[in-house]
């Protein structure tokens, strides 16, 4: 092991334990773990990446005129016997009318696609999608949607709900 760190120096023990096995020797994982930390062979943790330079965000894209940007979100709420639903709300930004509301307790990625299949045999397809970074919205299905419509979704930065805020999220409470 120790030969094999040597000439291997950014090797870890789940590569070193690949070539000892390939060498003949059958180590199992846990072995080999507790090998290479007997010898002292640990590699160095990476620097965090947090010092890195934050690159850029690109201009977002204005909207002149109506049916060019639309805006996704979900709204929650609960019923008064306690049932809790969600409603993905479509919002032309330009225009500032909501082009369709689904409600539904299980929204996926395939049923954001078909309410947007929907709105767009009747209006057309916009240039771009502004949404968040939900499950739903980042799933195959809707990029699936995107690439056939050639429509390009913009997603909001990570911790900042204001990039998408066209639409509100207001929860009321019974």
Avoid at 35 to 45: F, H, I, N, S
Avoid at 120 to 133: E, I, R, S, W, Y
């Amino acid at each position: 092991m120790q030969e094999i760190a040597k000439v291997r120096v950014g090797y870890g023990y789940h590569k070193i334990r690949v070539l000892l096995n390939r060498e003949g020797w059958n180590v199992s994982r846990y072995l080999a773990y507790r090998l290479y930390c007997e010898e002292g062979l640990a590699l160095r943790p990476r620097r965090s990446h947090r010092r890195r330079a934050a690159a850029q965000r690109r201009e977002r894209f204005r909207s002149t005129a109506s049916n060019q940007v639309w805006s996704l979100d979900f709204v929650a709420d609960q019923l008064a016997d306690g049932r809790r639903f969600r409603a993905l709300t479509v919002v032309d930004i330009c225009a500032r009318e909501s082009l369709a509301i689904e409600a539904g307790q299980s929204l996926k990625g395939e049923d954001v696609a078909m309410v947007l299949n929907r709105i767009t045999l009747q209006l057309g397809a916009p240039k771009v999608l502004f949404c968040d970074n939900g499950s739903e919205f980042t799933s195959q299905a809707m990029d699936l949607w995107a690439y056939r419509n050639g429509v390009r979704i913009d997603f909001s930065r990570p911790g900042r709900p204001t990039d998408n805020a066209f639409v509100s999220n207001h929860s009321t409470e019974p």
